[in-house]
């Protein structure tokens, strides 16, 4: 999704969005006392996190595109 200029800011958009997205959809998970911090931190990163990232290595390195995914 890089525009014809090669910015990614539509692609940042996108993935900040499905991220989002996906945690949405673990917060039942995410949030119960019945599963152990260790692994809603592994089911945070295995499944938000490498969802915002997803293809992000061939984008162009902004540092405002850094900003937005953190």
């Keep these: 999704m890089l525009t014809v200029d090669g910015d990614a800011d539509a692609a940042v958009e996108a993935r900040v969005h499905k991220g989002w997205n996906k945690f949405r959809q673990l917060v039942p998970l995410l949030t119960s006392q019945d599963v152990s911090l260790l692994m809603r931190v592994k089911l945070y990163t ?8 997803h293809g992000s290595e061939t984008w162009p390195a902004k540092k405002e595109n850094e900003l937005t995914l953190h």
């Design 46 to 53: 295995s499944c938000v996190h490498s969802c915002m990232l």
